[in-house]
C-alpha cells in the first residue's frame, strides 16, 4: 500500500491498497468481537457467581430468622415491623434499602438496651468489662 503502489500501477494499485485495507479491516472486526465475547463470558461467570452468593445469604438469613422466632428471641411480627422501618429510613416503603447500616467510624448514641422478649432482661455488652477483679502483687 502507498503512493508508489498507486503512481506506478494506477486503478489497479488503488484497488489492491482499497482490498488490503478491506482485510486488515476484517481481521480487526474478528478480533474484536471475540474480545467482546470473551468479557461477556466473563461478565456471565461473575453475575453466575453472585447469584450463587446471594441465594447463600437468603438461606443464612432464612436461618437466623427461624432460629429467632423459634427461640422465641422475637415474633414473625416484630421482624416485619423492623424490616419496615429500616426500609422505610430511604423515604420509600419499597423492600429496597439505601444506605440502612450506620456508618463505621459513627458514635452510636448510648440507650438502655431493649429487649425483644417482654420480661426478659436485656443483653448487656461485655466488652472492656472485667468479670474477675485484677490481683494486685
Avoid at 488503488?14 to 461477556?40: C, F, G, K, P
Avoid at 458514635?107 to 443483653?123: K, N
Wanted: aromatic letters at 2%.
Amino acid at each position: 500500500m502507498g503512493w508508489a503502489r498507486s503512481f506506478l500501477l494506477g486503478h489497479v494499485g488503488q484497488q489492491l491498497d482499497i482490498e488490503e485495507l478491506r482485510s486488515q479491516l476484517a481481521v480487526h472486526r474478528m478480533r474484536t468481537v471475540r474480545r467482546q465475547a470473551m468479557s461477556l463470558k466473563a461478565m456471565g461467570k461473575q453475575v453466575e457467581s453472585l447469584q450463587i452468593e446471594c441465594d447463600n445469604l437468603k438461606l443464612y438469613l432464612a436461618a437466623l430468622i427461624r432460629l429467632l422466632v423459634e427461640n422465641d428471641l422475637c415474633t414473625k411480627e416484630e421482624l416485619e415491623a423492623i424490616v419496615d422501618k429500616i426500609d422505610g429510613e430511604d423515604g420509600q416503603v419499597d423492600g429496597v434499602g439505601k444506605d440502612v447500616l450506620p456508618a463505621r467510624n459513627a458514635r452510636r448514641a448510648r440507650a438502655e438496651p431493649e429487649s425483644v422478649v417482654p420480661g426478659a432482661t436485656p443483653c448487656v455488652p461485655t466488652k472492656g468489662v472485667r468479670l474477675r477483679p485484677k490481683h494486685r502483687r
